[in-house]
């Protein structure tokens, strides 16, 4: 897995992790 | 709430009290955007009830470049309805009383 990357904008911190699969449809 | 092929979570139990909740988005249906998306993963952010718009953080998202401009919408909706729920639940909570 990848790590969380974390993206800033404007203020504020958006945290980007990976999605578990079974947690997406048509998969 | 309409399945707009955005999920909305809370990423942390609401404790009724805070002003500003961490909730988490991901896409879990991408042929329902009209944009092209790019696979990013969940998006964790947090979101202050009462100061901020749902359609004010889903434009963020855009010029941050996890969404398409045409997508604002739909990303602002799921993240409005699901701050709806959350407000609901804590307004009930109140009634409820302790």
């Given amino acids: ?27 | 709430a309409e399945d707009t092929g955005v999920r909305v979570e809370l990423a942390e139990e609401d404790d009724g009290k805070k002003a500003a909740i961490a909730l988490k988005l991901w896409v879990e249906d991408p042929k329902k955007l009209k944009g092209k998306y790019k696979e990013s993963g969940a998006i964790e952010f947090t979101f202050e009830l009462e100061k901020e718009t749902p359609e004010g953080v889903a434009q963020e998202m855009v010029e941050s470049g996890f969404f398409h401009e045409s997508d604002a919408k739909i990303v602002g909706k799921s993240i409005r309805d699901r701050v709806a729920l959350i407000k609901w639940r804590r307004e009930r909570s109140v009634l409820a009383g302790p």
């Fill in chain 1, 1 to 27: 897995l990848c790590a969380a990357q974390v993206v800033h904008s404007a203020g504020r911190r958006f945290i980007v992790s990976p999605v578990p699969e079974s947690r997406l449809k048509d998969q």
